[in-house]
């Protein structure tokens, strides 16, 4: 079985500010990894996602993920917040084969102050 | 534009009501899923079909009954809840249920908010 843990539940941070969302994973097989978001009173979307080749994934808003096997970590980064990132982060993974169930982690709900 | 939709947005019923949940999307995929979101936690798997049949159920109580009509409709039928079944009820899809096939590419809806008194 796989599990994701998100080292913070609440990360507030000042716009413009740079930010990392912490994940760790656990597996004893291969997995892909993601990271969704959801805005206030809406479902979930997905950011980006980690399934093999380059280490380094990006997101279309400027998010930035980067795998790293040897500290099973997924940490997700933005050089510099807007407040509409206020949201809710989720890391997930699920496994190479079989059926695609998804785990989600607890969750960090950003909070930019302006 | 969400393309998954869910009806109706809030739910209040008691504890002897039976109502219905409703999911629909119109992207052609296979998989349909029901997640089960509480307060600060984060969703719960209660039941994935695929192809129009029931591929897992996540030991889900049998107050909870899932029905798949056609590819493009998924339901939850709802029976004496309880309080603690309060709780955002997310539905989501997927272009198969198989892990190789766009690997965690599910379309959430933006749920239904459930609260059983």
């Known amino acids: 079985a796989q599990s994701v843990t998100q080292l913070d539940s609440q990360v507030p941070v000042f716009e413009e500010a740079p930010v990392e969302l912490r994940c760790n994973y656990s597996?004893?097989?291969?997995?892909?990894l993601f990271w969704y978001v959801q805005y206030p009173n809406q479902g979930l979307q997905l950011l980006l996602k980690?399934?093999?080749?380059?280490?380094l994934v990006e997101s279309i808003n400027g998010f930035e993920a980067e795998f790293n096997k040897s500290q099973t970590s997924f940490h997700l980064r933005k050089p510099s917040v807007h407040i509409s990132d206020t949201a809710e982060y989720f890391c997930?993974?699920?496994?190479?084969?079989?059926?695609?169930?998804?785990?989600f982690g607890i969750g960090t709900k950003l909070q930019v102050i302006p | 534009d969400t393309e998954v939709t869910q009806t109706p947005k809030h739910l209040v019923m008691g504890m002897t009501n039976k109502k219905s949940l409703k999911c629909e999307q119109h992207?052609?995929?296979?998989?349909m899923y029901w997640y089960k979101q509480k307060a600060k936690k984060p969703p719960e798997l209660m039941f994935v079909?695929?192809?129009?049949?029931?591929?897992i159920n996540e030991s889900v109580p049998s107050r909870f009954s899932p029905e798949c009509p056609n590819s493009s409709l998924l339901n939850l039928h709802l029976h004496a809840l309880q309080p603690e079944d309060s709780a955002l009820y997310l539905c989501?899809?997927?272009?198969?249920?198989?892990?190789?096939?766009?690997?965690?590419?599910?379309?959430f809806g933006e749920g239904s908010r459930l609260t059983v008194l």
């Open positions: 989501a899809s997927s272009q198969t249920l198989l892990a190789t096939a766009r690997p965690g590419e599910l379309f």
């Open positions: 597996s004893s097989v291969s997995v892909y």
């Open positions: 980690y399934l093999s080749g380059s280490t």
């Open positions: 997930a993974v699920s496994g190479f084969w079989g059926y695609q169930k998804v785990t």
């Open positions: 992207m052609g995929h296979r998989a």
């Open positions: 079909y695929s192809y129009e049949k029931l591929s």
